[in-house]
């Protein structure tokens, strides 16, 4: 197991919107984080990449926890976010080589894992491009090669497919299908029902920050009754139960 979240309530004030939270994600799988807008994904995120501290209840990232060893915890992660969040100053390069030295990475090791991700992403030729020359997905790209620079347990993305081309979206399913088969898990949000139920192994499905079901699609079928039901029309059919 790699990441370990149990019976997790929390939020921003003092009313909670995670309630009682728990699932476990394993080596080597991709896992989808469901829901309508307000369901509790990007809480749950920024909690396990610990901008939000829970209320109750733990989560363990190789059986380590946040309080009890910060920088372990941190470097086993990666995290790209919905949104490029860039510094207008840096290059391309310098983002990069921010990135290496915050994992703690030799130079030798980030030039040998930069320049394959650069030239998938197409961005080789841009090492010293500042950020406002970039289009958003070219942004969006820079995040990706960021987050996919280090060599982590565990990486978190957040709605990943948004601002990128077709040629770009193909080159990241098949970034997360390579880390995926090395070991790798990958948590994944994202709206994108039809992309998420080719790639994903298991999903989350959250509503009002509770977890009301987890599994494969075969599971999540049986589970609502919805035999040969799509990943969408289980979540169109729970988002218009909610609304009732």
């Known amino acids: 197991m790699i990441l370990d979240v149990n019976n997790l309530t929390g939020g921003y004030s003092r009313e909670p ?3 009682d939270l728990s699932f476990q994600i ?20 920024k909690h396990i990449i610990g901008l939000l501290q829970p209320m109750s209840g733990s989560i363990h990232l190789n059986d380590v926890s946040l309080i009890e060893d910060n920088q372990t915890y941190r470097q086993s992660f990666s995290y790209l976010p919905e949104l490029p969040v860039l510094y207008e100053e840096l290059t391309l390069r310098e983002h990069l080589e921010l ?8 130079k030798e090791t980030a030039i040998r894992r930069i320049q394959p991700l650069l030239e998938q992403f197409r961005l080789w030729e841009r090492l010293d491009w500042l950020p406002i020359h ?7 790209k820079v995040m990706i ?25 193909n080159d990241f399913i098949h970034l997360l299908e390579e ?8 948590l994944m ?34 589970h609502f009754g919805l035999p040969q039901a799509s990943l969408e029309e289980i979540y169109l059919t729970l988002a218009k139960e909610s609304l009732q």
């Open 26 to 45: 394993n080596e080597g799988e991709i896992v989808g984080l469901i829901g309508l807008n307000g369901a509790g994904k990007s809480t749950t995120i």
């Open 99 to 106: 990135t290496a030295l915050s994992y703690g990475l030799d």
């Open 179 to 186: 880390r995926k088969q090395e070991g790798s898990a990958i």
């Open 189 to 222: 949000s994202t709206h994108e029902l039809q992309r998420a139920e080719q790639y994903c192994d298991r999903y989350l499905f959250l509503q009002s920050g509770r977890l009301i079901a987890q599994g494969s699609l075969s599971e999540l079928q049986t």
């Open 145 to 169: 090669v960021c987050a996919f620079l280090v060599d982590t347990s565990l990486y978190i993305v957040d709605e990943p497919f948004l601002g990128l081309d077709p040629l770009a979206t």
């Open 134 to 140: 970039f289009s958003k997905g070219m942004k969006q």
């Open 17 to 19: 919107v995670l309630k």
